[in-house]
Every structure is written in structure tokens, then in C-alpha cells.
């Protein structure tokens, strides 16, 4: 190998153990984050708490002392992780900035926000399909043949698998555009694949509702119209982009 190559080679492992530490480093920086904002919800679980059980006409019981714990770390760990998202966002742009265009950096920073609201949002929707939709149906299951009683950790965990998913799902339109403005997605593969799309979209609306069809319905429509809004949003990404490549060609 001559001295030139071997310089070249030297260079390359330089800027991978360069992009690596310097993702150590943002990875850090958002844990850190993530440990502050985990404590800032520990301290407020009590209002957390209550804001959440407020909805509901029924009285929960703790059978032990490690769902009193669980609910601490759970609760704790929910504000962390809404807390942390735009970090994380933003840390993730920060690292692939300099292969990005000066339009594509202003372009995308704007995500980071949209993104964030989007995922309230989404955690909102799952609220209220769980307090407006799943719990009456549930309930209305028992027909005063039981004495319903719901455990802490089981009625917390039901809550968050319903409503973490409608979180994830709404940062979708989001993740279209992003990844269109970076040429890594386009809206004709979308389309091409909406069929499978649909599809999984609606297994996790059957996953996350009781065996209700009308439920299931009610629930795997607004995610699909979301994956359509996505479609529309690459499109418009897209056509810019293409736009300002022709413009930039000519």
C-alpha cells in the first residue's frame, strides 16, 4: 500500500472515531436531560397522579408496595421521556448539520417543535380514546356482575399501552417530511406501499383496543387518515425539493 493510500485509510478511521465520540457525546447530553426531567416528574408524581385518576369514577388499589414504586418510576419516567424528545430531536440534528444543505438545516430545525407538539397530541387522542372509549365499553361489559376493582400498576399499564402508541404514531407526519428533505423517503414509495401500511396500522388498532370491531374501526381510522396526511406532507417536501433542484440546475 503506498503512502498515499495508507493516508487516505488514516483519515477515514479518524473521521469515523471523530462522528462516534462526538455521538457519544450528544448521547450523553440528552441522558443527562433525560436524569433531569426523570427527577423533575418524581417530584411531581403526587400531581401527575391525580391528573390522570380524576377522569375516572373508580378507586384504585396499591396490593403492594412495589406498584407505589412502580407508579414513582413510571409517572417519572413519562415526564423524562416527553421532556427529552425535542433534546433527542435536536442532538440528532445537530449530528447530521454538516451534510445538510443551508435550506435543509433551516428547514429541518423546524421539525423539532412540530415534533414535539405532535407527540403531546398524539398522547392526548390515546387519552381520550381510553377514558371516552375503551373504559365505558369495558365497563359496560360487567353489567353489575362483578365488584370491579383495578390495581394501580394494572390500570396504569393498560393506560400507557393504549396511549403510547397514538404518541409514536402521530410524530409520523413529521418523519415523512424529514426523511423526504433528506432524499432517504419519497411519496411514491409511500404510495406504492400503502396497502402494507394500512395493514399494520390497523393491527395495532386492533392490538391496543378491546375485541370490538366498532372500536377497532374507530380507532385504525384516524391513523390511517395520519399515514394519508403523511403522503400529502412528503408530497409537498418533494415537489420543493425537486424545484429547487431544477432551479439550482438551470
Given amino acids: 500500500m503506498s503512502e498515499d493510500q495508507q493516508q487516505i485509510e488514516s483519515d477515514k478511521e479518524m473521521n469515523l472515531v471523530g462522528h462516534l465520540s462526538e455521538l457519544r457525546n450528544r448521547l450523553v447530553v440528552t441522558a443527562v436531560f433525560f436524569v433531569i426531567f426523570f427527577i423533575v416528574g418524581f417530584i411531581y408524581v403526587k400531581e401527575i397522579y391525580w391528573f390522570f385518576v380524576n377522569d375516572i369514577d373508580l378507586e384504585l388499589t396499591a396490593i403492594s408496595p412495589t406498584e407505589i414504586i412502580w407508579i414513582y418510576f413510571s409517572m417519572a419516567g413519562l415526564v423524562a421521556i416527553i ?9 440528532i440534528w445537530a449530528f447530521i448539520k454538516p451534510g445538510l444543505t443551508p435550506h435543509e438545516r433551516k428547514s429541518s430545525l423546524a421539525y423539532i417543535p412540530a415534533l414535539f407538539l405532535l407527540f403531546i397530541l398524539g ?3 390515546g387519552y381520550v380514546v381510553f377514558i371516552k372509549l375503551i373504559m ?4 359496560s361489559l360487567n353489567d353489575d356482575m362483578f365488584n370491579i376493582m383495578f390495581t394501580v400498576d394494572k390500570y396504569f399499564k393498560f393506560l400507557l399501552r393504549v396511549t403510547m402508541p397514538f404518541a409514536a404514531l402521530f410524530e409520523l407526519p413529521i418523519i415523512a417530511m424529514f426523511l423526504t428533505s433528506l432524499g432517504i423517503l419519497t411519496p411514491d414509495f409511500m404510495i406504492k406501499n400503502r396497502k402494507y401500511a394500512y395493514f399494520i396500522l390497523i393491527v395495532i388498532g386492533v392490538l391496543i383496543t378491546p375485541p370490538d370491531f366498532v372500536l377497532q374501526i374507530i380507532v385504525a381510522v384516524p391513523l390511517v387518515i395520519l399515514f394519508e396526511i403523511s403522503v400529502q406532507l412528503s408530497k409537498i417536501v418533494y415537489r420543493k425539493k425537486r424545484k429547487k433542484h431544477e432551479e439550482f440546475m438551470e
Fill in 83 to 91: 421532556g427529552t424528545i425535542p433534546i433527542l430531536a435536536y442532538q
Fill in 123 to 125: 398522547l392526548v387522542f
Fill in 136 to 139: 365505558p365499553f369495558l365497563l
